[in-house]
């Protein structure tokens, strides 16, 4: 039996996925600055696009390349605004995600969540249960892939005293 924090880093853990079933959040860090360059190097191959119509005189190019250019950039400025705002969410639920996730403990052996004191929480949960009631308590589960597991998984009723 150990706390969550060392179950993730502990000796296994890594083959049977402990450190993204037991995440405490999206860990947005840095998606933005990546999804903004990928952005300006598409827009920039537009503009190229366009200037090889101006060169070759085909003004189809050039307008088809300035206006994919438009589309690209509008849509990474979109992509980007929307990473903001996952990690603002993830800086906002980051106490309520660690009130959940710091007092819990793993037992590998029936490879159950749970917390020693009953409280803030109760009951064993399965790893996928656990990730979906800390993200849902911290405000961005619907962050969650769709292909997690813990997005499907159902939260025992009454595992949240007076809930």
Known sequence: MATVREAIGGKGAFRTGLPSRLAKGPEKSGDGCMHFAEGMVLVGLALAWAYMGVDQGKPLYVGG??????????????????????????????????????PAHYCRGCVSVFCPQGAPWQGLLTPEQFKKLVWSEAGYADQLAPVDKARDAEVPPGAVPGR
Do not use: K, S, Y
């Open 65 to 102: 390349g300035v206006g994919l250019a438009v589309l690209l950039f509008v849509g990474t400025l979109v992509v980007v605004r929307g990473d903001g705002r996952e990690r603002a969410a993830e800086r906002g639920g980051a106490e309520r995600a660690d009130a959940f996730w710091l």
